[in-house]
């Protein structure tokens, strides 16, 4: 497959020019990336790697951390995990109160923000230092020491991060969080500050196309049922209301976040980070969007 073709193609074809949407601004730092970015990169199992425009630049991670903290999280408490969270899509925005009422605190599923915060709930409750730890575990499975928190993004969530702070006391009311509210809320807005390029996004994503080894040196980080999980999850709820479309679209279990980046995978194959940080209306990026459609129809390859 002539991937480096594939992807000049698609950064010919499109441009920040062609989509209407909007930066997120409810975290005022996010409000101030530049509008015009795009990059693309694809990392094969064999260590190939292809790539256009600002795909070595970081940007804000965001929601793609929660795909690391699930991961973690199962590796600690297994099976056991989906007492606390569900599995199943929400058909809601990524930071919605509603179902919790009638589902008595059990979030629908692992990727939206309340489902995400009961984890986060886990690793604070069960690591000494959950944020270096999260650190070295993105760090191994990237391969890549040069990976750290944007403080300056962190705090910019805190300081309007009233619906995160919301959805944490009402699962706590509703007997779901064994934590304080206060540390489980610095640990998210901390691993949703993790800045990341595409290069590196799309290298750690390769335990989930490689049954849970690590690319750089083969090493067994996850159990290959942790992953086929993991990545189930992401085909049916990594896109929040807009999964089903994403499916339809693109093909591919995946993951994105509102710094405008969004992570796919290939089972067996390769995995594929794209970052443009104009989004639609769900939160999600409208040129990645695109451009991951793009790439699964020229490669005439997606996981249906
Ligand atoms: N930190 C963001 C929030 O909680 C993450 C949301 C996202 O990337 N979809 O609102």
């Given at each position: 497959m002539d991937y480096q073709n594939i992807l000049d193609s698609i950064h010919d074809e499109m441009s920040y020019r062609d989509v209407k949407g909007k930066v997120a601004s409810y975290i005022p730092e996010l409000a101030k990336v530049d509008r015009k970015k795009f990059g693309m990169h694809v990392y094969c199992g064999d260590q190939q790697?292809?790539?256009?425009?600002?795909?070595?630049?970081?940007?804000?991670?965001?929601?793609?951390?929660?795909?690391?903290?699930?991961?973690?999280?199962?590796?600690?408490?297994?099976e056991d995990l989906w007492d606390r969270v569900d599995v199943e899509p929400s058909g809601d925005p990524f930071n919605s109160?509603?179902?919790?009422?009638?589902?008595?605190?059990?979030?629908?599923?692992?990727?939206?923000?309340?489902?995400?915060?009961?984890?986060?709930?886990?690793?604070?409750?069960?690591?000494?230092?959950?944020?270096?730890?999260?650190l070295d575990f993105v760090r191994e499975i990237t391969g890549d020491d040069d990976i750290h928190y944007d403080e300056t993004v962190a705090a910019s969530e805190k300081s309007t991060g009233y619906r995160n702070i919301a959805l944490v006391n009402y699962i706590k009311a509703l007997g779901n969080i064994k934590c304080d509210v206060e540390p489980i809320v610095d640990f998210y807005f901390y691993q949703c500050s993790l800045a990341m390029s595409c290069e590196q996004l799309s290298k750690a994503f390769m335990i989930f196309a490689n049954r849970g080894r690590i690319l750089e040196n083969d090493k067994k980080i996850l159990k290959p049922k942790t992953v086929k999980r993991i990545n189930?999850?992401?085909?049916?709820?990594?896109?929040?209301?807009?999964?089903?479309?994403?499916?339809?679209?693109?093909?591919?279990?995946g993951k994105s976040g509102v710094g405008g980046g969004i992570v796919a995978i290939h089972p067996e194959n390769y995995s594929v980070a794209v970052w443009s940080p104009i989004l639609n209306d769900n939160g999600n990026s409208e040129l990645g969007m695109k451009a991951l459609e793009r790439f699964t129809t020229l490669t005439g390859v997606s996981v249906f």
């Open positions: 790697h292809f790539h256009f425009g600002d795909s070595k630049e970081k940007f804000s991670i965001q929601s793609i951390s929660k795909v690391f903290t699930l991961a973690m999280g199962m590796r600690l408490m297994g109160l509603t179902q919790l009422e009638y589902e008595s605190g059990i979030p629908r599923n692992p990727f939206i923000n309340a489902g995400a915060l009961v984890i986060s709930d886990i690793l604070v409750d069960q690591l000494k230092d959950p944020k270096q730890e999260l189930a999850l992401m085909q049916t709820c990594g896109f929040y209301d807009e999964a089903g479309e994403f499916s339809f679209q693109v093909g591919l279990p």
